[in-house]
C-alpha cells in the first residue's frame, strides 16, 4: 500500500511538472527563422514603395 502511494505522489508530481512545461512551450511556427525575417522585411518595404501587385490584378494581366 506504501509503495502505490508513494507511485501515486510520483505520478502526480509529474503531471505538474508536464503541466508547467506545457505552459512555457513556445510554439515552433510563431518563430521567424532569419529567412523569415528578412523575407518580412523585404515584403513591408515593397509594399511602403507600392510595388505590390493583389492577387485580382495579377489573374488579370496574366489573363487568368
Given at each position: 500500500m506504501k509503495s502505490e502511494q508513494l507511485i501515486l505522489q510520483k505520478l502526480e508530481k509529474i503531471e505538474k511538472e508536464v503541466e508547467g512545461i506545457k505552459e512555457h512551450m513556445v510554439?515552433?511556427?510563431?518563430?521567424?527563422?532569419?529567412?523569415?525575417f528578412t523575407a518580412l522585411l523585404d515584403y513591408r518595404k515593397e509594399k511602403r514603395e507600392n510595388k505590390l501587385v493583389s492577387h485580382e490584378i495579377l489573374k488579370k494581366e496574366l489573363e487568368l
Open positions: 510554439d515552433a511556427d510563431a518563430v521567424l527563422t532569419e529567412e523569415d
